[in-house]
């Protein structure tokens, strides 16, 4: 295994995971990676680690450059495990202390209570050797513990998980990748895991504009090198909640009523000019669906009733969707039902807390839907149409 060289005496080391489908709920069907980053010169750091299952990968690509042992501090710019499970193995390996923010001190002990860490404030810079780290704080993007560490002298921002995507290429760059797969990634990765940091995201780029940044080196997929300003004018459009006319219709269905409501309410929407995407759960994955709810105006949600109760992915939706909080946005359910209802209520009043805005009330039909129940929904997807527009935009 060989490392890459980012920039004059910077290499990535991370470690390519083709295999992984499944990152703590998130569908990732295009694999990941996880980047650590080695500097030398004088003082040969270590910026993260990897999955500790990679370790060994990551050891083989550092060795390409130097030996590992000669490694003299560690920086850990955020615990969560893709990054710090190899920790302990590298500290032994290479005797060198860990650096971390306030929080990430306090979660490196929790997590690795042997292990020997310092740490660094917010806008501390140190000299090693030749080059000067500069830590910037960045709480809550996404963790407490989260911060970036900047390289002076090649103006190289070491991001960790900000501007991301689970992409796993034998590219190391954004300038090499399908760029169409590329955004599309990184829209999915901000959707599923920095969405319910939106405030976040802001202070941070407005942090980031003081700073001359020439290379974006993320803890995720492709190092930014050339498309710096799209990235970060992504993240300011995402973040400000910027959506398009568009509504994003979800559901699931027992015995097709619920399909048939949601294609009739999507014919509804897209008549008021709107741009609609249907997607089913059970062939659709969550994580797909936060995807498109991104730059979405309306998240409609339907469900039949399942034993007087929501039907269980249309649940396991709307507790995603509660946690990533999609704002500024439109809400409206619909479902279907038998003997007895409950779906749509219970919907309707989980999403109370979802921060979706909910002006409408749900609608649903018993049974199968006949023409006129058709008719009611498309009116009801005119309805949302006609919000969708009205809607001001951020
Ligand atoms: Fe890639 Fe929050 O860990």
Redesign the pocket.
């Known amino acids: 295994m060989e490392a890459v060289q980012v920039t004059d005496g910077i290499y990535w080391v991370g470690a390519i995971d083709w295999n992984i489908r499944n990152f703590h709920g998130y569908s990732t069907s295009r694999g990941s990676t996880y980047n650590a980053y080695l500097i030398t010169g004088e003082k040969n750091i270590l910026i993260d680690t990897v999955k500790r299952p990679f370790f060994e990968e990551m050891v083989g690509r550092i060795r390409s450059v130097i030996d590992p042992q000669k490694i003299d501090i560690i920086v850990s710019n955020?615990t969560?495990m893709?990054?710090s499970s190899s920790l302990p193995l590298m500290q032994e390996l290479t005797g060198a202390t860990v650096l971390a923010s306030r929080m990430g001190v306090e979660g490196l002990r929790l997590h690795f209570p042997r292990l020997r860490t310092e740490m660094v404030k917010d806008g501390q810079e140190i000299k090693l050797g030749t080059k000067t780290l500069k830590f910037i704080d960045t709480p809550m993007l996404?963790?407490p513990d989260s911060m970036f560490t900047y390289v002076e002298e090649d103006k190289v921002l070491f991001s960790m998980?900000a501007f991301?995507q689970h992409y796993a290429t034998t590219k190391r760059f954004d300038d090499e990748v399908d760029q169409d797969v590329l955004y599309q990634e990184a829209a999915k990765y901000y959707a599923n895991i920095i969405l319910l940091f939106n405030s976040q995201v802001e202070r941070t780029i407005q942090k980031a504009k003081d700073i001359d940044i020439r290379i974006i080196a993320t803890?995720?997929g492709v190092i930014w090198r050339k498309n710096l300003g799209k990235i970060f004018e992504l993240y300011s459009q995402w973040s400000s909640s910027r959506t398009k006319e568009k509504a994003v219709v979800v559901y699931d269905t027992m015995w097709n009523s619920t399909r048939i409501m949601a294609e009739e309410i999507a014919e509804g929407i897209a008549s008021e000019g709107v741009e609609v995407r249907v997607m089913k759960l059970g062939e659709t994955d969550r994580s797909e669906v936060m995807r498109e709810v991104l730059d979405s105006r309306a998240v409609v949600i339907g469900s039949p009733t399942l034993n007087n109760n929501l039907f269980p992915s249309v649940a396991d939706m709307i507790y995603y969707l509660r946690g990533l909080r999609p704002t500024n946005r439109i809400g409206a359910v619909f479902g279907s039902y038998g003997w007895a209802g409950g779906a749509v209520k219970m919907a309707q009043d989980l999403l109370k807390g979802s921060g979706l805005d909910l002006p409408l009330e749900p609608y649903q039909v018993r049974f199968i839907p006949q023409e006129e129940e058709r008719r009611k929904c498309r009116e009801f997807g005119r309805t949302i149409g006609q919000k969708i527009k009205e809607k001001s935009v951020a």
């Open positions: 955020h969560e893709d990054h996404h963790w998980d991301g803890s995720h």
